[in-house]
């Protein structure tokens, strides 16, 4: 059997943290990311749905550390918002809250491009298309 056999799609995202209430502060109060319910694992963490995809919230493994520089190069996680307004709108949100925003202009790939850290430098994608 080949790996194109089998029908395989994706499942969640998960990011390591240091603080569970800060990370649910970040991604559900800023970012608007919807907490769901998580099953009794024997380690922390949260559970998160943001269009459907899950992401989980985890502690105890590698964490890149705040304050880390950005850049698209890094691993992150993506999120796209069909209107380039809206995502503007939530970014200049953001940027009103003391979020740090850094843009990837003339992005070859989107309409817009943009990038943000939670308090532990993991840093998460924001994208835009456009028509």
């Known amino acids: 059997m080949k790996p194109s056999d089998v029908d395989m799609r994706f499942d969640h995202v998960s990011v390591c943290v ?18 769901v319910e998580r099953p009794a694992f024997e380690f922390d963490g949260v559970w998160l749905k943001v269009s459907g995809m899950p992401v989980h919230l985890t502690t105890g493994g590698f964490r890149r550390g705040g304050g880390s520089p950005q850049s698209p190069a890094d691993p992150h996680f993506a999120v796209a918002v069909p209107a380039a307004g809206d995502l503007d709108e939530l970014v ?19 309409e817009r491009q943009y990038f943000v850290t939670d308090p532990d430098g993991n840093m998460i994608e924001f994208c835009s298309y456009g028509a």
């Open 18 to 35: 240091s603080d569970l209430d800060a990370a649910r502060q970040f991604y559900c109060d800023l970012l608007t990311f919807e907490e």
């Open 92 to 110: 200049d949100s953001w940027r009103e809250r003391g979020v740090d925003v850094f843009e990837l202009e003339n992005s070859p790939a989107a």
